[in-house]
Structure formats: C-alpha cells, structure tokens
C-alpha cells in the first residue's frame, strides 16, 4: 500500500465532473487500482485488529497517518464507494496505537472521512480542493498535510480552529424525529418520526441501513431498543406498539392493542422480557 498509493490515482481531469459522469471510471479503476491495492486498502485494518502492538508496524501506519498517503488512501477508498468504512478502521488503528500523536490523527481522520466522506464519493477530486484547505487549523492532520499541498486553496476567514462538537448530521426522514434511541452495542441508531417510520442508521458513519420499518399508520412516538439489541419496539400516535427484529426489519407478531390514545413512551425491561408503555389516555401498561 505504501509503495502503490498516489496522489490522483486514475487521473481524473476535473473537479467539475462527478464520479458518475465518467464514463470510462469503471475501467481506469481496474487499471489503476489493482486487486493487491484496493484488497490492502480495504483490509489492512483488519490485520492490525488480530495482531499484538509491534513498533516497527506502528511506525509504518504513522508514515501513513502523517503523511500525503492518509490522502491517498481515502481517495483510493472513495472510487472504490467504501468512505463507509473509514470511521471503524481508524477507530481500530487508534485504539491499536500507542502513539498519543498518531492516535489523534486517526480520530482526526475518522471526524475529516464524515465531513468528506459523502463529497468526494460523488465527486473524489474534492478531497484535496474542499476537503483538506477545511481542515481546523489546530488538527494534527491539518498540521501535517497542508504542508504537503502548498497550492491548494486557503482559508482567509471564517475556517475553523477546531473540530466542531457535531460530529455528524444524518438526514433521511420526512417528518419530525420524536425519538432516537441507540443499540446497546452503540453500533445502531433506531429513529422514530413523524413520517410514520423507523428508520435504523450506522451510528459511525450516519449511513441507512436497511430499508425504513413501515407498518405505524401515525407519528411514531417513541423507540427503544431491548438489552440484547436484537429487538426495536416502537409506540405511535395509531395507539398501538410495534416490535422489530433489528436485523432484518421485520414485524414481530401483532401490534399490541391496548391504549385507547397516543403511546408516547416505550422501554423494555432489563432482561428483555416484558415493555412498559405510556400513553396520552394517562395509562401505562406491561406487556
């Protein structure tokens, strides 16, 4: 990876053209990123996860880390459609790490791939002409990489000092959010909304996953997950509860009818077995 990486890969022309109006991309990607680059690229992370702390490895990830291949790499990544990936294989590389520094870069890089991560799928010459001239100014990449790109645009006012404390803005429902609840394993992120659905996200990278759980005829007010993760339960304005398999977001039985007004509130109990409502008919009921 060290020797292949570089800068513009497959010699995209223009940052004016997206990813997609390429028309040959397909085929300057098999050519220019061979199955060795883009398997390394991908998996190497992986490897770090399953082997002990070894100096002479970790030195090697720092030469990625603080240099222009940190760029490379996310560039590779990005034609590659996998900026999805980057959040959970820096968050292994950080907590492989012994280097304060390098650790920091990492989580640099995790916060930089969700600020960019979308833009650079869409249109990857992006990362080195809207991507790196935004990085706050006192991050350690920022400190390390513009060095490197002296002609890229600079930010004569109103760039950022430091990362803000939004880490990630997820967008997908048409309705109001009334309820946000996260997995046990804090992997998943259950939404209930207005738009009568629930909708479950990648908590790293604020991407969908699935296809929306559709079965409420109302708002849904509330969402909760159960001590194992394996279960959503959701209540509605319908006056009814529904329960999920989080896997594969398929109802599980029947609603539970019992409220004769909204539910605004659910929870499981903490060994999963039983769920507790409450409702605007001023009643809580055990299920």
Excluded at 203 to 214: F, I, M, S, Y
Excluded at 231 to 244: E, L, N
Excluded at 262 to 282: E, L, N, T, W
Aim: aromatic content about 8%; overall charge positive; glycine content about 10%.
């Amino acid at each position: 990876m060290q020797q292949h990486l570089r800068f513009n890969i497959c010699k995209l022309e223009s940052s004016y053209i997206c990813n997609s109006e390429i028309a040959d991309l397909g085929e300057r990607i098999k050519g220019c990123i061979k199955p060795y680059l883009a398997y390394s690229c991908q998996f190497w992370t992986d490897h770090i996860r399953l082997m002990p702390f070894e100096a002479d490895i970790a030195e090697e990830i720092k030469g990625i880390l603080l240099n222009e291949k940190m760029l490379f790499w996310l560039e590779v990544l990005a034609l590659l459609k996998l900026m999805s990936k980057v959040p959970s294989m820096l968050g292994i590389v950080a907590s492989w790490l012994q280097d304060d520094e390098v650790s920091a870069a990492a989580r640099d890089g995790i916060r930089f791939a969700r600020m960019i991560g979308g833009v650079i799928s869409e249109s990857t010459p992006h990362l080195y002409l809207s991507g790196l001239p935004f990085l706050p100014k006192n991050s350690i990449l920022s400190r390390y990489l513009k060095a490197k790109f002296p002609k890229i645009p600079r930010i004569v006012f109103g760039g950022g000092i430091d990362w803000p404390s939004l880490q990630i803005s997820i967008r997908g429902h048409t309705g109001h959010v009334n309820s946000v609840a996260f997995s046990p394993d804090g992997k998943r992120i259950a939404s209930g909304s207005s738009d009568n659905t629930i909708y479950i996200w990648d908590a790293e990278t604020g991407l969908q996953v699935g296809d929306p759980l559709k079965g409420h005829t109302d708002k849904v007010r509330s969402v909760a997950f159960s001590p194992n993760g394996k279960r959503i339960a959701s209540g509605a304005s319908d006056k009814t509860i529904h329960i999920w398999d989080a896997e594969t977001g398929l109802q599980v039985g029947n609603p539970l009818k019992g409220h004769t007004g909204s539910v605004r509130s659910v929870a499981f109990s903490p060994d999963g077995q039983r769920i507790v409502s409450g409702s605007s008919d001023k009643t809580i009921q055990i299920w």
